[in-house]
């Protein structure tokens, strides 16, 4: 029997490779749905037909000052699409140039470069209309809204908090805490403070059997950022959902929770893909850009085994090839992962630490990525650094085959293997016959 061959994404093209021929072999894929034939005018549509909601247009007034939260250059949001649009129905409703900000929300990432900015939004937006980036340490830009219910702080920019009418873009995708990004997501974590994003990705949060993938109901992390987006006072939202090509296929605009949930119904029918069994090895592709730092590539192995059921068997392998040309990030929460990954002795010591004392935003990806390597060794195939991969107790590997000759030395050969070829935009569904 010969070897069989399979490509997933790496970097902005692909990593071509083959699998011995006694591997039993899965492929799990997002639902095939065929993309919006006109983005634009399906944009425009939503925009008029808001959910559950009158039109943005009947909502401002000339006089307002409005702040539009779009996502930042580690999203592939099409906001270059979005925000065009949203700023076509302010200028209806008579509302000046000058009286809209539009606030990168970075959340703890780092800021956004000016040529990102003209990427993001396009050269003529970028240029005309003031743009800016959270700034979630800078106590001069935030403004204190008390504490939720459930205990949260929140802490939000100025910009955003201030405006009289506050709006955001964003994509409906799985997302480990949230259950599903986008919707209030935006403004609660992108343009938030320091004690917002360290309450909500603190140990507590983190392992409560409700913060999962793909999971809404009686999620904690989903509570806290409804209720912290309400109180920033987000009022409309426009989100899309895309496909593994990122090809929209659902835009919505409207109220911030209807929209949300409507467009997560859709999300559901798309990313999550039933299987049968728990593998070996999962092989999981990112791609760019997600997969530029390692701060983000790690996301793929997480996701995979904080789905409901873990995908890979206890001591199996997660493979990701990722280029991480900028490090493990430059972000401030980008190096306190990198620092904590790298200076702990162990893997348990990350463990422990986190849970006993706790840690600063942007580390809560160190004690993440930790609990899924007390299981499952992670190689990373391609870095362009694999010291660093070494330094963060993962396996750095320069080829596929190296990758799979490292798994079948410690496990064998007749191998059950999971392929994802896009890690992020699919949820893995264990369904037991």
């Known amino acids: ?13 692909e990593i071509n490779f083959s699998l011995p021929a006694d591997f039993s072999v899965d492929i799990a894929a997002s639902k095939a749905c065929p993309a919006v034939e006109d983005t634009v005018g399906a944009v425009y549509r939503s925009l008029a037909n808001p959910i559950s909601s009158p039109p943005l247009r009947q909502i401002a007034k000339p006089d307002d000052k409005a702040c539009i939260v779009f996502t930042d250059i580690t999203r592939s949001t099409p906001d270059e ?10 200028t209806a409703a008579g509302v000046k140039d000058e009286n809209i900000t539009l606030l990168c929300g970075i959340g703890m990432h780092r800021s956004s470069t000016p040529k990102e900015k003209e990427t993001m939004l396009g050269a003529e937006i970028a240029n005309r209309y003031r743009v800016i980036d959270n700034q979630p340490q800078n106590l001069d830009t935030l403004v204190d809204l008390g504490v939720t219910p459930g205990g ?37 974590i992108g343009a938030a403070g320091e004690p917002t994003i360290h309450h909500t990705h603190g140990p507590d949060f983190i392992d409560h059997p409700g913060t999962r993938l793909g999971k809404i109901d009686g999620n904690p992390f989903h509570e806290a950022i409804t209720e912290a987006a309400q109180r920033a006072g987000l009022k409309f939202i426009l989100n899309v959902v895309l ?7 659902r835009v919505g605009a409207g109220d911030p929770n209807q929209t949300f949930l409507a467009l997560v119904d859709f999300a559901k029918s798309v990313y999550e893909v039933p299987i049968h069994k728990q ?109 660093l991969v070494r330094d963060c107790k993962m396996i750095p590997a320069a080829t596929m085959e190296e990758a799979i000759q490292i798994v079948t030395d410690q496990m064998g050969s007749s191998l059950d293997a999971l392929i994802v070829p896009h890690a992020l935009q699919t949820l893995p569904v264990v369904h037991k016959p």
């Open 81 to 90: 699409i979005l925000v065009p649009a949203l700023l076509g129905e302010l």
């Open 1 to 13: 029997m010969k070897n069989r061959d399979y490509s997933i994404p790496y970097a902005r093209s």
């Open 152 to 188: 949260t702080p929140v802490v939000a920019h100025r910009a955003a908090v201030e405006a009289d009418l506050l709006i955001a873009t964003g994509i409906i995708e799985p997302h480990q805490y949230a259950g599903y990004s986008g919707g209030r997501k935006t403004v609660a």
């Open 243 to 249: 496909d593994e090509g990122k090809n929209v296929l």
């Open 279 to 387: 593998y070996d090895i999962a092989i999981g592709g990112v791609g760019f850009p997600k997969d530029s730092n390692l701060y983000q590539a790690s996301r793929a192995p997480s996701y995979l085994f904080f789905a409901p059921t873990p995908v890979v068997k206890p001591g199996g392998f997660y493979i990701i090839p990722a280029r991480c040309q900028e490090g493990a990030g430059s972000g401030v929460g980008e190096q306190r992962f990198l620092a904590a990954m790298r200076d702990a002795p162990d893997i348990q010591a990350i463990l422990d630490h986190a849970r006993h004392n706790g840690y600063p935003p942007g580390q809560q990806r160190a004690f993440v990525l930790a609990k899924v390597l007390e299981h499952n060794p992670i190689i990373i195939v391609g870095s362009e650094d694999p010291d």
